[in-house]
């Protein structure tokens, strides 16, 4: 029963770059659970956002990485894979549109607002125009952005803010409806303004969505998420609820450096 | 009080050599218009080079440059995108760009005789597809180099960010990477092109020149180039006038196209 409320599993996961003589991950074990968001925190090169780079596989974008245990991906119909054995195209970009990702800084695309949330629908053949409209407007609406951008929709997105271009950026993720969205310091390019408008945003998000964060932002991770896992040179040290984690951890690195004694 | 002085002394050097830089530049520019503006006539733009016009030399030079421009994009684009995107940066990579260097600063005399060998001396007549060949081989590494280095301006979190959303690899490439270097890619299309029109060598022997109006590339080729170099070389005084008027309009042309490339890209980044 207990994978009623997984989103996803990583199991003794070890990832080695090409190239690299030693390995990035030390078989990591991390459950993300349904509708709850995880925090990754830890220091620079521990392994965070290459862990979260396993979960879509977007480290595929190169080649000669090597992969090794588990990732299970439960999907709200009921099935699973293991994210690992995906080894065609088609079957990677499924993957990806179903594991979103948004990145540290805001990647908005050469092209209008609106074009930009209607690119990946585009991508998974959506063409009707009356569809794609509704579901453009759903999905800024759904990023809080519906009401800064509805009089310009035709307007390139590189006119944008900063912080509103990382909204766009979700608004085109969420618009594929994803299962999961995996954020990688989504906000450590933004003012604290912005910062507070995107934590919001993912807070509500998590409705819908599965989320995993990885931040360098304590604050953030106590505020945001309701598990922590804190990573130190490739390896889990310790997983537990958010409050435990910052409160009571069992682990002495652990405390060490959500007290910022060391990191 | 020493430093303060080495200091002036640089400032002054360096305040030389860019006067006398730009002054030669100058120089170069206020003789063709003093020489080449008085020469000028309506006749000169209505009349092809028999009847002492420029017309017909005008209509030949554009002709093969564009032809040239034509074959020389899709292709030098091509194998742009190909070392940038696909290659991996690798041993091969790294040969064909070098490769790519050295056939920038390939003579262009040395192309002029390479096409002649295979494109003129078999067939035994100079010909326009021969000069527009020679045209497109001094393009293409201007323009793989370009295409190569725009691209590496993208920043790799827009193809992350593509693929993340479920593009392949492909369609990222077409409909984001290339979009967002166009501007860079169209302003060195132009700026190869204003080098390209200007060339005398490579078509010296392959075009060669022709004082009627035709556009019938498998005959000798009207080129404005050529056509200086052998009107410059004439005795009457005619002919030498029409040379600096045509050097004049040469050097007009390129400059605009020059100032359009860079103007291009200036606007852009305003934005």
């Not at chain 1, 003589?21 to 220091?43: C, D, F, M, W, Y």
């Not at chain 2, 520019?29 to 005008?58: E, Q």
């Not at chain 2, 494109?119 to 597809?129: K, L, R, S």
């Amino acid at each position: 029963m207990e994978q009623n409320n997984m989103a996803m599993k990583v199991e003794n996961l070890t990832f080695t770059y090409p190239g690299a003589a030693a390995v990035s991950l030390k078989s990591v074990t991390l459950p993300i659970e349904r509708n709850k968001i995880t925090a990754l925190i830890g220091p620079s090169g521990c392994g965070k956002s290459t862990l979260l780079r396993c979960m879509n596989r977007i480290h595929d974008v190169y080649s000669g990485n090597k992969y090794e245990g588990k990732i299970t991906l439960y999907t709200r119909s009921g099935e699973k894979q293991n994210v690992l054995e995906l080894k065609k195209e088609n079957e990677l970009i499924a993957l990806r549109q179903t594991v979103g990702m948004i990145f540290q800084k805001p990647t908005p695309f050469p092209m209008s607002i609106f074009d930009n949330v209607a690119y990946g629908l585009k991508l998974s053949g959506i063409k009707n125009k009356t569809e794609l409209q509704g579901r453009v407007e759903k999905a800024l609406k759904g990023a809080a952005i519906w009401e800064e951008t509805k009089d310009r929709l035709n307007d390139s997105a590189m006119g944008l803010s900063g912080g509103q271009q990382q909204r766009l950026c979700i608004a085109r993720a969420v618009a594929l409806k994803p299962e999961v969205l995996l954020f990688d310091e989504p906000t450590s390019a933004l003012d604290p303004i912005s910062t507070g408008a995107i934590e919001e945003l993912i807070a509500e998000l998590k409705s819908e969505i599965s989320v995993a964060i990885v931040t360098h932002n304590m604050q953030q991770a106590s505020r945001l998420s309701d598990y922590t896992a804190f990573m130190y040179l490739g390896e889990l040290i310790e997983f537990d609820k958010t409050e435990t984690i910052f409160l009571n951890p069992a682990n002495k690195m652990t405390e060490d450096y959500v007290t910022g004694r060391f990191g | 009080m020493n430093r303060l002085l080495l200091n002036k002394i640089i400032l002054l050097l360096s305040i030389t050599s860019a006067v006398i830089g730009i002054g030669f530049l100058f120089w170069i520019l206020i003789t063709l218009a003093y020489k080449g503006i008085d020469s000028i006539h309506v006749t000169t733009f209505t009349n092809d080079l028999v009847n002492g016009g420029i017309r017909n030399l005008l209509v030949g030079q554009f002709t093969m440059a564009l032809l040239a421009t034509l074959i020389a994009v899709p292709l030098g684009m091509m194998a742009g995108i190909y070392l940038r995107e696909y290659s991996g940066g690798g041993k091969l990579a790294r040969v064909l760009r070098n490769l790519n260097d050295v056939m920038m600063s390939a003579p262009s005399i040395v192309i002029g005789v390479f096409v002649y060998a295979f494109m003129v001396a078999p067939f035994n007549t100079y010909n326009g597809w021969a000069g527009s060949a020679a045209l497109a081989i001094m393009m293409i590494p201007i323009i793989v180099s370009t295409t190569d280095n725009m691209l590496s301006l993208v920043p790799q979190e827009l193809r992350e960010a593509g693929i993340a959303l479920g593009g392949s690899k492909h369609k990222i490439i077409i409909q984001i990477v290339l979009r967002s270097a166009k501007i860079g890619i169209t302003t060195g299309v132009l700026l190869s092109f204003a080098r390209i029109i200007g060339e005398t060598a490579p078509l010296l022997f392959t075009s060669a020149n022709n004082q009627f109006f035709t556009m019938d590339m498998n005959e000798q080729f009207p080129s404005l180039t050529v056509s200086i170099y052998n009107l410059a070389t004439y005795p009457d005084e005619q002919s030498r006038e029409l040379a600096w008027a045509a050097s004049f309009i040469l050097t007009v042309i390129v400059l605009a196209i020059n100032l359009l490339g860079r103007y291009a890209t200036r606007s852009k980044k305003g934005k």
